[in-house]
Structures are given as structure tokens and as C-alpha cells.
């Protein structure tokens, strides 16, 4: 889909004006690059804030599931709504936080509109673009994922600014538009998930059951759910590896927050025509180049050089957004409308769980040698981009590769035979 056509789509969609909007309230963390001194100043010591992102992960699992069984049974609008609800609690609680139990409540409140929110508002999204939902897709989230970035940027220069005259001050300031984007998606329109009128109604738990069995059974959407969830995880470590490498390699401490304000501006230009990257490569070649930006950028890392190192962390950071947009449309084509929350959350949960198990390998092989630590990140990244041929040229169409593949191959028939069964003709 064309860049123009993408964002002219965005902003004059009723189902999706609102979600923008949103997206660059919440995309304005000011507090983001002071976080760390805002809850050193409210009394909390390094080992308390490290708990309090213990609370937020365990909020997340415990709810993610729920929350994605619950959209597909209800108006979708209404668990997005009550997502950004208790993210603007949740901000609210922080900046007036002043005690460890305040910012306890802060963090969970936190992992459940992050929960409401990871899969709901993706297939929302998704079922809002209509019949041309796939070839529009790439297009849509690539548009919003740029306006994040985008204001990502802004918010972390101007809570800096901000955080000057008071160190308080970036946080209320979060809160302030956290409470404008729950003010916006009030706008969205109501969103019934379709299903088979001929089906019989099923419990919550044989809904999840029947999620899991298609994410297990079906090869794209098993692939995106570590592509997204787990390799997330691997891509934002390099937040922590870069701070020694750009040390080793003498990079300019007053120079940091440039680099990684002009990565993400990088990030953010590339998703902005994400559609039109896709339509001149297709899916496969797409996807694999997104990784093999990562993959490219640790390898870089490793050498002890100023340039090569900063190269390097704006290629990793390209390549960990340049995905989303790709993945997301993969996945969700090949979910039933009525099963596309559930399955999505599910896969954000065995992903998370993934990250979970890889984190503190990364962290013992970064205090041995962040060196080698990154070396090994971009050998594993490459042999996950790698391994997504094989499944792309048997399970995505002749248009989604841009290959010359057989609409009639294993992959294109077991689809269908998924889709019979769940109903969707």
C-alpha cells in the first residue's frame, strides 16, 4: 500500500483516527529518559525499581490471556478503552507516587492495559480495514508505528528539558496526555468479532484450547510469535550492550541520547513506508531483511570502533521496529476473526515467556563480555532469518513472498483447511 494512501487511510478512518491519536499521546513517555532518577528521588533504591518491572511482567502474563479471551466475546472497543483507562491510572499513580506500595500499584496497573492492549487493539485494527485488510495492513501499521517512534523521540527531548527545572515534572506531563489518549479511543466505533452464525457457542476455556492448538499447529503464526514476542526481547538488549561498547569504543557520553534519538528517527521514516518496502519485495524478502538488519548491526558492534558500534545500534534498532509492521499482517491474516485477540495474546505470552528464559543468559554473557555477547546475538538472529525461508516459500502466497510459489503449495491448502474449520469461508 502506497505511503500516502496508508496515512490518508490512518487519518480519515473513523476506527482508526481515534487509535492514532492515541498512539502519539502515549508514544510522548517524557519521563522515559529520567525514570530511573524521578524514582531514586521518590525514595526507591536501584534493587526496588528492578522489582517494580518484576510486578509490571507478572501483571502482563497473569492478564494477557484473559484479556484476549474476553475481546473476542465482547465489543473490542470496550477492552481498548479500559486499556488506555488504566494506563492513564497507572501514569496518574506514578507521578504522584511517594512510597514503594504507590509504585507497586503503579506497575500492575500498568501490566494489565498493557495486557488489554497487545492483542485486542491489533485485531481491532486489523478487522477495521475491511476485505482489503491484508494488502492494507503493512501500510496502517507501518503509519502508526512511525507516529510512536515519532513521538517517542519528541517526548524523551522534551522531558529532558522539563526534567531540569523539576525532576517531577516529565512524569505529570505523561499523565497529562496519558489521560487524553483514554479520551480519545472513547471515540472508536463498536467492534463485535465475526464468527460462524452455524457454530455452536463455546466455553472461554475451549476457545483458548482451540487458540493454542492453531498457534502450535500453524508454522507462519508459531514463527511471528517468537519473531515478535522472543526475538523482542534479544533486540532490546542492545538498550543495555551499547552503553560498554560505546565506552570501549570512546563514543561521547554527551553523544548517547543523539544516537539513540536518531535511531529511532531512522526506525520511524523506514515504518513510514513500510507498505511500499513490502509491495517492491514482498513478506519473505521484507521480513528477512528486517532481521538481517539486526543481525547485521550486532555483528557491527562487536568491532571497537566509534563508527562501527554506532552504525551498528542504529541498525539494531531498525531492524527491532522494522518488523512489527510485517509480522503483524502475517499473523494476522491467518487467524479467524473470532479467535485473532486470543491468538494473538497467547502468542505474546509463550514469546514473553521465551524472553523471559534468554534474559538472564544475556545478562551473565554481558558482564563476561558484552563483546561476545553481541557477536553471539547476531549469529542467533541470523539463523532465525534463515530459517524464515523455508517457512515463507511453503506457507505464504506467490503476492506475499514476491516469489515465483505455487498458491496451490502445502502450506496455501493448510491454511485453508484451518479456515474451514474454524468456520471462515
Known amino acids: 500500500m502506497r505511503v500516502d494512501a496508508a496515512a ?64 473476542d466475546r465482547v465489543d473490542r472497543r470496550w477492552v481498548i478503552l479500559c486499556g488506555f483507562v488504566f494506563n492513564a491510572v497507572d501514569e496518574v499513580l506514578f507521578a504522584l507516587g511517594d ?14 492495559g498493557i495486557a488489554m492492549l ?16 491484508d494488502e492494507a495492513s503493512v501500510g496502517v501499521w507501518g503509519h502508526l508505528s512511525a507516529l510512536e517512534l515519532g513521538a517517542g523521540v519528541l517526548g524523551s527531548i522534551t522531558g529532558g528539558v522539563m526534567a531540569i527545572r523539576d525532576i517531577s515534572l ?17 471515540f472508536l466505533p463498536s467492534q463485535r468479532p465475526s464468527n460462524d452464525e452455524g457454530a455452536e457457542p463455546e466455553t472461554s476455556w475451549s476457545g483458548l484450547k482451540r487458540g493454542a492448538e492453531l498457534l502450535f499447529t500453524n508454522p507462519i503464526l508459531l514463527y511471528t510469535a517468537l519473531a ?19 565506552q570501549t569504543a570512546d563514543v561521547p557520553v554527551v553523544l548517547w541520547g543523539v544516537i539513540g534519538s536518531g535511531a529511532q528517527l531512522v526506525a520511524a521514516l523506514y515504518n513510514h513506508f513500510a507498505g511500499s518496502v513490502v509491495d517492491c519485495l514482498g513478506r519473505r524478502n521484507g521480513l528477512l531483511l528486517a532481521m538481517g538488519y539486526g543481525a547485521g548491526g550486532f555483528g557491527l558492534m562487536v568491532i571497537p570502533h566509534p563508527v562501527a558500534v554506532v552504525v551498528g545500534f542504529v541498525l539494531v534498532v531498525l531492524g527491532m521496529h522494522a518488523r512489527g509492521p510485517i509480522t503483524r499482517a502475517v499473523a494476522n491474516k491467518v487467524i479467524p476473526s473470532h479467535r485473532r485477540a486470543t491468538v494473538l495474546n497467547v502468542a505474546s505470552t509463550v514469546g514473553s515467556v521465551g524472553g523471559i528464559a534468554v534474559n538472564p543468559l544475556i545478562g551473565w554473557g554481558a558482564e563476561r563480555s558484552p563483546e561476545a555477547t553481541v557477536g553471539v546475538i547476531a549469529i542467533v538472529l541470523g539463523l532465525m532469518a534463515v530459517s524464515w525461508i523455508p517457512i515463507a516459500d511453503r506457507y505464504l502466497t506467490e503476492e506475499q513472498t514476491g516469489g515465483d510459489l505455487d498458491p496451490e503449495a502445502d502450506g496455501g491448502s493448510q491454511r485453508l483447511d484451518v479456515e474451514k474449520e474454524e468456520g471462515i469461508r
Open 170 to 186: 516529565p512524569a505529570f506531563a505523561a499523565a497529562g496526555v496519558a489521560l487524553m489518549a483514554a479520551v480519545a479511543v472513547m
Open 8 to 71: 490518508s487511510r490512518v487519518w480519515k478512518d473513523r476506527s482508526l483516527l481515534p487509535i492514532a491519536v492515541a498512539t502519539i499521546a502515549a508514544g510522548l513517555s517524557f519521563y522515559a529518559p529520567i525514570s530511573a532518577l524521578f524514582l531514586t528521588s521518590r525514595g526507591l533504591s536501584l534493587g526496588d525499581i528492578f522489582v517494580l518491572e518484576s510486578i509490571l511482567l507478572a501483571s502482563i502474563l497473569i492478564s494477557e490471556v484473559p484479556a484476549g479471551l474476553l475481546a
Open 118 to 133: 497487545t492483542g485486542v487493539l491489533e485485531a481491532y485494527i486489523y478487522d477495521s480495514l475491511g476485505e482489503g485488510a
Open 99 to 112: 512510597s514503594f506500595s504507590m509504585f507497586a500499584a503503579s506497575f500492575f496497573i500498568s501490566g494489565l
Open 228 to 246: 515478535s514476542s522472543a526475538v523482542f526481547v534479544i533486540f532490546n538488549a542492545v538498550f543495555t550492550l551499547n552503553q560498554p561498547l560505546f
